[in-house]
C-alpha cells in the first residue's frame, strides 16, 4: 500500500516546470500503447491545453513520485464542443473542459483517481464539466457516472483518434457522488 498523496496545483505559468512530468507519466501509462499515432502526439495536446491562461492542473505526490494528474481549462463562451450533443442546452453552461486523468500503474485502485478528479474541479467556478472516454473503457465510463458524468453523446475528435463518450456534470460537484473505491483501471 503506497501513502497517502498529496495535491499540488499548478497553473499556466507552472507549465514549463511541470510540462516534463506530466509527459513522463503519460509515457509511464501509455508505455505499451506508444506505436499508436495519437498518444505519440499527448505533447501536442499538454501544449494546446496549457497555453490557455486559465489552465489547472492538479498532480499527485507520493513522497517524491509522481503518482498521477488531471488538467483541464474552460472553455470559451458559446463554443462548448460538447453542445451539439443535445437538442437542448443547458442555461447555465459556463464549462470546464476536464481534458486528462492519469494514474500511475502502482497508485490505481487507491482512490488516487477520485482525490486527483476533486482537487481539480473543488476549485472550479463554471457551472458544468465536460470530458471525453474512449468507449473501449466501458470501466472508466462507469467510474465517471459514479462521479456524477452522464453521457450525452459520442465523437471522434481526430481522425486518428478513438471514438469518446461525450460526458457532461453539473458543478459543483456534488457530495457522495464519488465511490471510495474505484473499479476503473486508470484509478
Not at 70 to 77: F, H, N, S, V
Not at 82 to 97: C, G, K, M, V, Y
Not at 100 to 117: C, I, Y
Request: with cysteine; net charge negative.
Amino acid at each position: 500500500m503506497t501513502s497517502p498523496v498529496r495535491l499540488r496545483h499548478y497553473g499556466h505559468d507552472d507549465l514549463p516546470d511541470i510540462r516534463q512530468t506530466l509527459l513522463d507519466v503519460h509515457d509511464d501509462v501509455y508505455a505499451a500503447e506508444m506505436e499508436n499515432e495519437f498518444n505519440q502526439r499527448f505533447s501536442w495536446f499538454v501544449d494546446h491545453w496549457g497555453a490557455h491562461p486559465d489552465f489547472s492542473c492538479v498532480i499527485g505526490y507520493d513522497g517524491d513520485e509522481v503518482a498521477g494528474f488531471a488538467y483541464g481549462a474552460p472553455a470559451t463562451e458559446s463554443r462548448e464542443w460538447w453542445r451539439d450533443h443535445l437538442e437542448t442546452a443547458p442555461e447555465r453552461t459556463a464549462t470546464f473542459h476536464f481534458s486528462e486523468l492519469m494514474v500511475r500503474e502502482q497508485w490505481r485502485k487507491t482512490g488516487t483517481a477520485e482525490r486527483l478528479h476533486r482537487g481539480l474541479m473543488e476549485a472550479r467556478a463554471e457551472n458544468l464539466a465536460a470530458l471525453l472516454v474512449d468507449v473501449t473503457h466501458p470501466k472508466v465510463q462507469a467510474l465517471y457516472e459514479s462521479w456524477g458524468y452522464r453521457k450525452i453523446g459520442e465523437d471522434q475528435p481526430f481522425p486518428d483518434s478513438p471514438v469518446f463518450a461525450v460526458m457532461l456534470v453539473d458543478l459543483p460537484l456534488r457530495s457522495g457522488t464519488h465511490r471510495q473505491r474505484s473499479m476503473s483501471p486508470y484509478s
